[in-house]
């Protein structure tokens, strides 16, 4: 587009408000004139039911009145017509004012009449059934010769009882004046209807619209289902669309309404002067753009577009590379001088920030370069997939880990090259990271290989975003531990063969050692002597402590480890035997949970089954009642060992140092093999405590 059309464009732009607001306030006052012209024929709707209100009230007063009036009460015709006449004379507003039995036959009237039944008359049937004041619909009169309107109340004889009607017509020809004095837009209708929408009146009057003839249904079914006043836009009988206000009148709340005023108002008539402004306001805002096109068309050629020309060309130079292009127009603060000094300082920066990227082109091919060679030295092969999960990106060394070629691995899902198995406990893992946007770590998983094989992968990964921190999938690398993974199992398998052999090893131990029991067992039957008995019997307890320690080591998941305190309560049955509920002797044992290692066990177990058996046969000999103590402690650093009865004691003097007893030596030794000390008390009884410190990591 050329500088000229540009500034008509602008122009013309610059006018699209103005025109906007023309259009705006158009159809504001379009509203406005609306608005006053629909409450203006409201208005009008009231008022002349205003008058009619009035009217109705005034022949309420007089039908009231007349009924009250002995003659009437009596049916005495001439007097009763003979007043009603009087009281047409003075009333023009009535046609005719008569009174009729309850069986509908006329007897007076202010007008000549012969025999008339007006039983068939709506004003008579509601008047007979309701016994109230009611209005009745448009009728042609039997007796005036006119279309009238009548309003009737029943009068009772002098026992109470209704004996008929007394009668009003009201003329509607009253509302031609006040009509007449209605200043509406030219077009303008006013209409009175029953309550079946028949005409009772209607003016300017046409031969389309007579009086007794109803009314247009699509106006009629608008003014019925409406409240008792509103407006309606709707064509009327000539096809001209008017906004008709209507105005109800209802004899009571309760009642339906028994006449309707409706005023109509050309839509056309409304709108004219908002038609008029509009059209007055374009035709000053097209002049104004006329000349305003003109100044921009001959004033823009001259002064400005030889001067936008050259900048236009310098931009486009620069736009093609030519960096060192200016403007040469002189720079200013303003205006189209502005606009070059800038250009031509942007032409300046732009070869500063030229050379800048190029160095930092040549800066990025190098680091380029660098990860090449550091991505070609790994063993591992990088990947990146999408949010869902698919290759967009595979490295070299997939091929020789997998088999595959790279290219042919792009599109497929991460899933899909998992070996059978693998999907179900991999996936949630990978899925739960994915919400979080958390890396992946050092995931081990099993892949197929393209012939079939197996092998291990320890995927690591880190999710990436675009631009716009949109998440986009992950980038990370895979790791082929294949051959470390199957060492691992090798060491693993071989461990546990050991284990095995060690839990065997223990087991045949045990059962030696209780084999050697049984030995010392049969031995001890060829013995009589009681002093040797007793010997064979205390190192059988021996040896049983000592098969007892291994048979928690082959029991126990730890085959270097073992619970001091489970060894203590399978040991107290094999020398006090096993508990029973008669037994007046009590064992009360406080054991914390303490292991020891293996190399404690042995000289713990058995210095603590000499302990317990050394105290059932001092203590508890030829005794049926008892208690045993025995605590099983550890605080930092040290674990201990109590076993204290309710014996005879200690003999005065005793130190377990000196103490030549075969069974007291041997704990002593087993504690000092142990590192720790035993000490003796009297507490009720004897009481023989064990230290020895807590192996490291117990």
């Not at 105290?615 to 605080?635: M, Y």
Request: charged residues 20%; contains cysteine.
């Amino acid at each position: 587009m050329s500088i000229r059309g540009g500034l008509v464009l602008m122009v013309l732009l610059a006018v699209l408000p103005a025109l906007a607001l023309q259009i705006y306030d158009g159809v504001t006052y379009r509203r406005h004139l609306l608005r006053d012209a629909t409450a203006e024929a409201s208005r009008a709707a009231a008022a002349m039911a205003q008058i009619q209100e009035r009217v109705t009230d005034s022949t309420r007063l007089l039908l009231t009145a007349l009924a009250a009036m002995p003659e009437l009460r009596q049916r005495d015709s001439a007097p009763c017509s003979g007043l009603f006449s009087s009281l047409l004379n003075q009333n023009p507003l009535y046609a005719n004012i008569l009174a009729v039995d309850d069986q509908g036959d006329l007897f007076a009237s202010g007008l000549p009449f012969t025999h008339v039944n007006v039983s068939d008359r709506k004003y008579f049937r509601d008047g007979m059934a309701r016994h109230l004041f009611t209005a009745g619909e448009y009728i042609v009169s039997r007796t005036a010769s006119e279309g009238v309107f009548p309003f009737s109340l029943p009068f009772r004889d002098h026992d109470g009882q209704v004996a008929g009607l007394i009668v009003a017509s009201v003329k509607m020809t009253a509302f031609d004046d006040a009509f007449d004095r209605m200043r509406m837009p030219a077009g303008s209708t006013f209409g009175i209807t029953d309550h079946q929408g028949v005409r009772l009146f209607y003016r300017p009057t046409v031969t389309t619209n007579p009086v007794g003839s109803p009314i247009r249904p699509e106006v009629w079914q608008a003014i019925d289902s409406g409240g008792d006043d509103g407006v309606a836009l709707l064509p009327g009988s000539d096809g001209v669309k008017r906004y008709y206000a209507f105005r109800k009148l209802r004899l009571s709340p309760t009642t339906p309404a028994y006449m309707t005023f409706v005023v109509g108002v050309p839509e056309s008539a409304i709108l004219a002067p908002a038609r008029k402004a509009f059209i007055q306001n374009l035709a000053l805002l097209a002049a104004t753009t006329l000349l305003a096109l003109a100044v921009a068309w001959f004033f823009g050629g001259t002064a400005i577009a030889a001067r936008l020309d050259r900048i236009a060309d310098t931009a486009a130079r620069i736009g093609q590379g030519e960096l060192t292009a200016r403007t040469g127009l002189p720079a200013g603060t303003s205006g189209i001088a502005k606009v070059a000094g800038s250009l031509d300082a942007m032409a300046a920066l732009l070869a500063a920030n030229n050379a800048d990227r190029e160095r930092a082109l040549a800066a990025l091919r190098q680091s380029q370069e660098r990860m090449a060679h550091i991505t070609a030295s790994m063993a591992d092969w990088m990947w990146e997939i999408d949010a869902d999960d698919c290759y967009v990106h595979v490295g070299d060394k997939a091929r020789a880990c997998l088999g595959y070629e790279p290219a042919s691995l792009v599109g497929k899902n991460f899933f899909d090259l998992l070996a059978p198995g693998e999907e179900p406990t991999l996936r949630p893992v990978i899925e739960a990271a994915k919400a979080r946007r958390e890396p992946l770590r050092d995931l081990i998983n099993w892949r197929t290989a393209q012939n079939g094989s197996l092998r291990c992968l320890m995927t690591s990964g880190v999710a990436w975003h675009d631009e716009t921190g949109t998440f986009r999938g992950y980038r990370g690398v895979d790791k082929d531990v294949t051959e470390r993974v199957e060492a691992e199992r090798a060491i693993r398998a071989s461990l546990a063969e050991k284990e095995i052999l060690l839990k065997e090893i223990h087991h045949r131990v045990k059962n030696n050692l209780q084999i050697i029991s049984s030995l010392l067992y049969l031995q001890s039957e060829q013995v009589d002597d009681p002093v040797a008995l007793e010997s064979f019997r205390v190192s059988r307890n021996r040896i049983a402590s000592m098969a007892l320690v291994h048979e928690e080591i082959y029991r126990s998941a730890d085959l270097s480890h073992i619970r001091l305190d489970t060894y203590i309560q399978d040991l107290l049955p094999k020398i006090f035997g096993p508990p029973r509920p008669d037994s007046l002797f009590d064992i009360r044992a406080r054991l914390d949970a303490v292991t020891v290692p293996i190399e404690q066990a042995v000289p713990a177990g058995l210095a603590v089954n000499e302990l317990l058996t050394n105290a059932h046969k001092h203590a508890f000999r030829h005794r049926q009642d008892g208690l045993l103590r025995i605590t099983l402690e550890q605080v930092p650093g040290e674990i201990m060992v109590t076993v204290a009865d309710d014996g005879p004691g200690l003999p005065p003097g005793f130190d377990v140092e000196q103490t030549g007893t075969l069974g007291m030596q041997l704990v002593l030794n087993l504690a000092r093999q142990l590192g720790g000390s035993l000490t003796a008390q009297n507490d009720g009884g004897a009481a023989f405590t064990l230290r020895f410190p807590a192996a490291q990591g117990t």
